[in-house]
């Protein structure tokens, strides 16, 4: 499966962005699917998680409580519903699948979108 991010862009701290990840094929909902974000100088770190079906997700608990994920499996499309932003939040973020259950693993992880730029400013 390929995927494709974007909705990433410069924002004001306490604003709000969605971002989106398409995947292409009919096997989208066959997939768990996961975000992760990295910072200049930093790590690759988990974001958040949504199983196959959409009804369980996981977060990191920096973003908990202001950042939803969300699936369309009709439209093979992930969401990161992101508000409340940071300055911290600051990162590229990536969209990724992997067969089966999901996991905050980022290196169970098979397939991953190209990244999209999100920029918080203070």
């Known amino acids: 499966v390929q995927l494709q991010a974007s909705g990433g862009g410069l924002v004001q701290a306490g604003g709000s962005l969605r971002l989106s990840c398409t995947a292409s094929?009919?096997?989208?909902?066959?997939?768990?699917m996961g975000w992760f974000r990295q910072a200049p100088g930093k790590e690759r770190e988990f974001v958040a998680n949504i199983d196959r079906s959409g009804g369980t997700t996981y977060y990191a608990d920096s973003v908990k409580g202001r950042f939803t994920i969300s699936r369309d499996n009709a439209k093979n499309t992930l969401y990161l519903q992101m508000n409340s932003l940071k300055p911290e939040d600051t990162a590229v973020y990536y969209c990724a699948a992997r067969p089966g259950t999901v996991t905050d693993n980022s290196g169970y992880y098979v397939y991953w979108g190209q990244g999209t730029l999100v920029t918080v400013s203070s």
């Open positions: 094929g009919r096997t989208f909902s066959s997939y768990s």
